[in-house]
């Protein structure tokens, strides 16, 4: 099995305990991993100097996006320990942090966290996001996290796909 790392592919191999052959079940591969990237570049490494000052997570969010723009301005108001840097997806910034974490440059359906070591998508961006804002934020991304990954991205994706249609869209970002 091959999981997609910042840099690179990591081929896994299953850890095998002694078992006798008659207890032994046979691996079936479901998915691979390949890459859609036509291009060479270490985008970790293009990008490690957003974190070489600063090791703060950057959220990335849609900079035209109404819900998005209000979505930020909710987490700035609940960091008072400034823990959190932002960046639009549109911007040049955002589309190379987009490209690290392994999503297309052009890529503006879903709010982003990056930290310096890895990157979060969808409703698990959310609940990281809320980790790092102050009280009750935390105690409520606990509870959370115990919702299934999927209802939490199918919650997330009927939000984002009809954000424009609700909440509308500016003509420029706000930050």
Not at 3 to 11: H, I, K
Request: aromatic share 10%; proline share 5%.
């Amino acid at each position: 099995m091959a999981l997609l790392v910042p840099g690179g592919f990591v081929r896994v191999r299953p850890l095998r305990l002694s078992q006798p052959a008659h207890v032994r079940r046979k691996l079936t591969t479901f998915a691979t991993v390949s890459s859609t990237r036509g291009d060479s570049v270490d985008w970790v490494e293009a990008t490690s100097s957003f974190f070489e000052d600063d090791t703060r997570p950057i959220m990335l969010f849609d900079g035209v996006c109404n819900l998005c723009n209000g979505g930020v301005k909710f987490v700035r108001d609940n960091d008072r320990n400034r823990r959190m840097r932002f960046e639009a997806l549109q911007s040049e910034a955002g589309r190379k942090l987009l490209r690290r974490s392994g999503r297309a440059p052009d890529d503006i359906s879903s709010v982003v966290l990056v930290e310096q070591d890895r990157s979060f998508i969808k409703s698990e961006a959310v609940v990281k996001i809320m980790e790092h804002i102050d009280l009750p934020f935390p105690q409520l991304a606990f509870f959370v996290q115990f919702v299934p990954l999927f209802i939490r991205d199918f919650v997330y994706d009927n939000v984002a796909n009809n954000r424009y249609t609700i909440f509308g869209r500016s003509e420029s970002c706000e930050i």
